[in-house]
């Protein structure tokens, strides 16, 4: 059973640049052809795609984020990360790392608060 | 990018009715080559991530009910959900995976009547 555990600060300052992990359990990031992705949810509202990377190191990045979005594999972790650049009120939200596709998995997702 | 539409933004079913959400896309996400509608379902209840459903718009996920089914092409895709259920209460998503930004709907809330 694959699953995801995002981990990171809960709380970030204006400007800043936020960085998350995702720690993957039960499958290897670099078998198979799948896409790990980070999507968010800011709170009360509806899912927002972040980005993602596949088996390959191919990235697709949302391009009202792109200047700011950086996502990596870490093979030898089994892990995936995302940095995310200039952060501000406006990103506010619950992180979520995703494994795309068919048998998709989210992990739990971790709140992230961006205020001085 | 492609703009995913729901409807309705939420809806209110008796328990053992049915109930039936709406997506539209703004472009076909029906790949010719393969014949897939590239086309997803989401359920999020109150404090989990999302959970897929359906995925090439009409495939359940292993595990989910047969109560819930996925129908459409092209451009308008429904998720229907037969015989509602009290744990069925939640948001429901669709999205695109056609091309990239992957999009969502807005989701519609279904509650029990």
């Known amino acids: 059973q694959v699953q995801l555990q995002e981990s990171g600060p809960g709380l970030v300052k204006p400007s800043q640049t936020l960085s998350l992990t995702c720690a993957v359990s039960?499958?290897?990031?670099?078998?198979?052809?799948?896409?790990w992705a980070w999507n968010r949810q800011p709170a009360g509202k509806g899912l927002e795609w972040i980005g993602r990377i596949h088996t390959t190191g191919t990235t697709n990045y949302n391009p009202s984020l792109k200047s700011r979005v950086t996502i990596s594999l870490d093979t030898s972790k089994n892990q995936f990360s995302l940095k995310l650049t200039s952060m501000t009120a406006a990103d506010t939200a619950v992180y979520y790392c995703?494994?795309?596709?068919?048998?998709?998995?989210w992990g739990q997702g971790t709140l992230v608060t961006v205020s001085s | 990018d492609i703009v995913m539409t729901q409807s309705p933004d939420s809806l209110t079913v008796s328990l053992g009715e049915r109930a039936t959400i709406n997506c539209k896309s703004s472009?076909?996400?029906?790949?010719?080559?393969?014949?897939?509608?590239?086309l997803g379902w989401f359920q999020q209840k109150p404090g989990q991530p999302p959970k897929l459903l359906i995925y090439?718009?009409?495939t359940r996920e292993s595990g989910v009910p047969d109560r819930f089914s996925g129908s459409g092409s092209g451009t308008d895709f429904t998720l229907t959900i037969n015989s509602l259920q009290a744990e069925d209460v939640a948001v429901y998503y669709c999205?695109?995976?056609?091309?990239?930004?992957?999009?969502f709907g807005g989701g519609t809330k279904v509650e029990i009547k």
């Open positions: 472009q076909s996400v029906l790949y010719s080559s393969n014949n897939k509608n590239y």
């Open positions: 995703v494994r795309e596709g068919t048998s998709g998995r």
């Open positions: 039960g499958a290897s990031i670099d078998s198979g052809s799948y896409y």
């Open positions: 090439w718009a009409s």
């Open positions: 999205q695109q995976y056609y091309s990239p930004p992957l999009t």
